[in-house]
């Protein structure tokens, strides 16, 4: 297991601060509104998947743990940023309440199934990246918070289960490539 928390939480914090220029960055526009909304339900995000992940993991395990609380902060990060520029503030905190619950979880999946991952990212990345993914289709507002081109809005802001399908549709294309791809290539070196 990883065992150096100092270190760990150093970095948490570095890639917490460095996804204020990710996000927002990413809109590829000078937009000071836009850019302070981004910055807004990106950091909505981490707190509440921190402060999930807290909870649940005091709840389940019988004590915080700092391994899932950084876990929480970063599964929130990651399941946010797909959606950031489209949900309003509050459904980000939901995206990451879900993300922080969900990751406590996923490290306890892998981790009994004997998969090698010290750090959780399996969990973070790849689970919650999958919710993040479909939290578009769910949250999303499409053009009222004046990102461009924008998503058709969510199932929760009337917008039926036409994003959410398109999000579905997206993330096991991109799942079904990365394994094969993945296969052909370790076979390749094999």
């Given amino acids: 297991p990883g065992h150096n928390m100092g270190l760990a939480t150093l970095g948490c914090l570095i890639l917490w601060l ?6 927002p960055g990413s809109t590829m526009d000078a937009n000071g509104k836009l850019i302070a909304h981004i910055a807004l339900t990106t950091n909505m995000g981490a ?3 921190g402060i999930a992940a807290t909870v649940v993991a005091w709840l389940y395990l019988g004590k915080p743990d700092l391994s899932m609380i950084i876990n929480g902060i970063l599964a929130g990060l990651v399941s946010v940023t797909a ?9 980000a905190g939901v995206i990451g309440i879900v993300a922080g619950v969900i990751v406590v979880f996923a490290v306890g999946f892998f981790d009994r199934i004997k998969i090698d991952d010290p750090v959780g990212a399996t969990s973070v990345h790849l689970v919650c990246g999958i919710w993040g993914t479909l939290a578009l289709g769910l949250f999303s507002q499409a053009d009222k918070f004046g990102a461009a081109p924008f998503p058709k809005p969510g199932l929760f802001f009337g917008g039926g289960f036409e994003q959410l399908w398109y999000q579905f549709v997206g993330a096991a294309a991109v799942g079904g490539f990365t394994v094969l ?9 094999a």
Wanted: aromatic share 26%; proline share 0%.
């Fill in 181 to 189: 791809f993945s296969l052909i290539a370790w076979y390749a070196i």
């Fill in 83 to 91: 959606s950031c520029a489209f949900i309003s503030i509050a459904s």
């Fill in 47 to 49: 707190a509440t998947g």
């Fill in 18 to 23: 460095g996804w204020f220029g990710f996000n």
